[in-house]
């Protein structure tokens, strides 16, 4: 089992930014691939961003790249997404979830921290 609690949410103008921390406990925090998740109101929720275990791979969904970093530091068990630039649209709950490299779906959540931006 793993354990994840997301921090740094919280509400910021637009073109402001935020940091969010994923601080995880239990099973070795290195051996999980770590991914942001967010949702938004009426919406399903989707993929923010990925890293791999080592953090030496990311992904972005589309026209999140540039303006969001994913990164890890395994010796602090601890994600982050740093997010800059940030709009309206990007208002939601932002997850945190980890899976192994052996599944494709995510087995661990974190209760999720609320991000709203003011236009």
């Known amino acids: 089992q793993v354990q994840l609690v997301e921090s740094g949410g919280g509400l910021v103008q637009t073109g402001g930014s935020l940091r969010l921390s994923c601080a995880a406990s239990?099973?070795?925090?290195?051996?999980?691939?770590m991914g942001w998740f967010r949702q938004a109101p009426g919406k399903e929720r989707e993929l923010v961003a990925s890293i791999s275990q080592s953090g030496d791979r990311t992904y972005y969904t589309n026209g999140l790249k540039g303006r969001f970093t994913i990164s890890r530091d395994n010796t602090k068990n601890t994600g982050f997404l740093q997010m800059n630039s940030l709009k309206p649209e990007d208002t939601a709950v932002y997850y945190c979830?980890?899976?192994?490299?052996?599944?494709?779906?995510?087995?661990?959540w974190g209760q999720g921290t609320q991000v709203t931006v003011s236009s």
């Open positions: 239990g099973r070795t925090f290195s051996n999980y691939v």
């Open positions: 979830a980890a899976r192994t490299i052996i599944t494709s779906s995510y087995d661990y």
